[in-house]
């Protein structure tokens, strides 16, 4: 069974993309983003340890997987598990045409209006992907990728309508 991660920007389609594989391939799908924040206002990152019992009852569920998110601090805990990886590197622009044009996310939103008050703030939060040096920015993808020893590939524009 497949194991996939997909990372990059937020925009950079690894939603869209995971959820395609998996419903095409009957493999599981993790949203790290549903890991990585406690569920509350204003949000709050877990610490990496709740993190990891959450990605390890996962992993004890499942038999082929894709998951997708930023957070390389995550992405590490996977790595060894994983049978291939995915860098969606699409540009910065790009992402925030994609993030404009996203589809309301239930899962992460009660709303769409809710969904459109934080949109601002997340193109602002991706145009800095790559001024940022920490577990979300440009150069920890990068590194991620070049240090992972499997399979890999590299995607520089959206994927859905080539699969």
Same mark, same amino acid.
């Given at each position: ?30 949203? *790290?983003? *549903?890991? #990585? %924040? ?9 610490? +990496? /340890?709740?993190?990891?019992?959450r990605i390890n009852s996962f992993l004890q569920e @499942?038999?082929? %997987? ?10 590490? *805990? ?5 049978? /291939? +990886? ?7 622009? @790009?992402?925030?045409?994609? #993030?404009?044009?996203?589809? %309301? ?6 709303? @769409?209006?809710?969904?459109? #008050? ?6 602002? %939060?991706?145009? /800095?992907y790559n001024l940022r040096s920490d577990a979300v ?11 992972? @020893?499997?399979?890999?590939? +590299? ?9």
């Amino acid at each position: 069974m497949r194991k996939i991660l997909i990372f990059g920007n937020s925009g950079s389609g690894k939603s869209t993309l995971a959820r395609h594989i998996a419903g095409k391939e009957g493999l599981a799908h993790l949203d *790290l983003d *549903l890991l #990585a %924040w406690l569920p509350i206002s204003p949000p709050q990152r877990r610490t +990496i /340890e709740e993190s990891r019992i959450r990605i390890n009852s996962f992993l004890q569920e @499942q038999n082929g %997987w894709v998951v997708e998110g930023c957070y390389t601090d995550l992405l590490v *805990l996977l790595k060894h598990e994983a049978t /291939e +990886i995915i860098f969606m590197d699409l540009g910065v622009e @790009q992402c925030i045409v994609n #993030a404009r044009n996203r589809p %309301w996310e239930p899962h992460k939103y009660k709303t @769409q209006e809710a969904q459109d #008050a934080n949109l601002e703030m997340l193109v602002s %939060w991706i145009r /800095e992907y790559n001024l940022r040096s920490d577990a979300v920015s440009y150069q920890s993808h990068r590194n991620f990728y070049d240090t992972f @020893q499997g399979n890999k590939r +590299i995607y520089t524009e959206n994927q859905v309508n080539k699969h």
